[in-house]
């Protein structure tokens, strides 16, 4: 690889393994993120994403190879793990460095559409506007890479619709490199410029999505990368059409 293509790169990853006991969840892994390049990562229950995702936030140490990630990097995950006894704005700038929290904070909670909520407990906060404040915790940090695993997991269908909506507009103001862990193909492919599938240890498939934002799932190109990836994962069209419906 060229100087020139390593300067464009957010994330380098050569040769990672990570083992549990004896068997190696992570094999020998290699994957290259570009800079503000979206990319959303499938696969199947257990086949290692998580695992990737937090050694990639610096989670996880007991790894072997190259890893290279920015400097300002920030993650959110399935559960928004709030703080209860931290009020909505404290929360969102726990553990962060620098001055004027209070100002950082409301700007985040701006973003993502809760400047009204700033000053109240977590558990009055719906699921939606949880997950929407764990997202505002990641954007205070100003991140050249965002982490996100599965974010939207726990959300009803309208809300997380919205949400979808929501980090496509973050994304597409901020240009931080996303890595995006999702059970859902389509949400992968309504967001990300590309979807990488996860088996057996390794990147086993990195398929470019090219078509023009915003996306629509009836556009027959959308419609044949989802039966690509649907049969890449081992799920009939048939099988994920009964899912969703
Ligand atoms: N700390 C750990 N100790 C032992 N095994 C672990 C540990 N963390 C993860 N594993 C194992 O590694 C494998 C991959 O787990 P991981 O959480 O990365 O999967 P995943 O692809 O994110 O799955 P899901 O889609 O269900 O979230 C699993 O078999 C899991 O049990
Ligand atoms: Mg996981």
Request: charged letters at 30%; glycine letters at 8%; a positive charge.
């Amino acid at each position: 690889m060229s100087g020139r293509d390593n300067h464009d790169l957010a994330v380098r990853v050569r040769g990672l393994t990570r083992r549990f006991g004896e068997r190696a969840v992570i094999d020998t892994l290699d994957l290259d993120i570009r800079k503000g390049e979206f990319v959303a990562l499938i696969g199947a229950s257990g086949c290692g994403k998580s695992t990737l995702l937090r050694i990639l936030a610096d989670l996880d140490h007991g790894i072997t190879g190259e890893v290279r990630v920015p400097r300002r990097r920030a993650v959110a995950f399935q559960a928004p793990r709030l703080m209860p006894w931290k009020s909505v704005w404290r929360n969102v700038t726990l553990g962060l460095p620098g001055g004027d929290h209070r100002g950082r904070a409301e700007a985040a909670l701006a973003e993502v559409g809760l400047s009204h909520r700033s000053d109240v407990w977590p558990k009055v906060l719906s699921g939606g506007e949880a997950q929407r404040t764990s997202l505002a915790r990641a954007l205070v940090r100003d991140p050249d890479l965002l982490l996100l695993d599965e974010p939207f997991g726990a959300l009803d269908a309208l809300t997380r619709i919205k949400a979808q909506h929501l980090v496509a507009e973050l994304w597409q103001r901020r240009r931080c490199a996303v890595l995006l862990v999702t059970h859902d193909v389509e949400e992968a492919l309504l967001l990300a410029d590309r979807v990488l599938v996860m088996r057996e240890g390794v990147i086993a498939r990195s398929i470019p999505v090219t078509l023009d934002r915003p996306r629509r799932l009836d556009n027959p190109v959308f419609a044949a990368l989802r039966g690509e990836l649907l049969d890449l994962l081992g799920v009939s069209e048939d099988v994920a059409g009964r899912r969703a419906a």
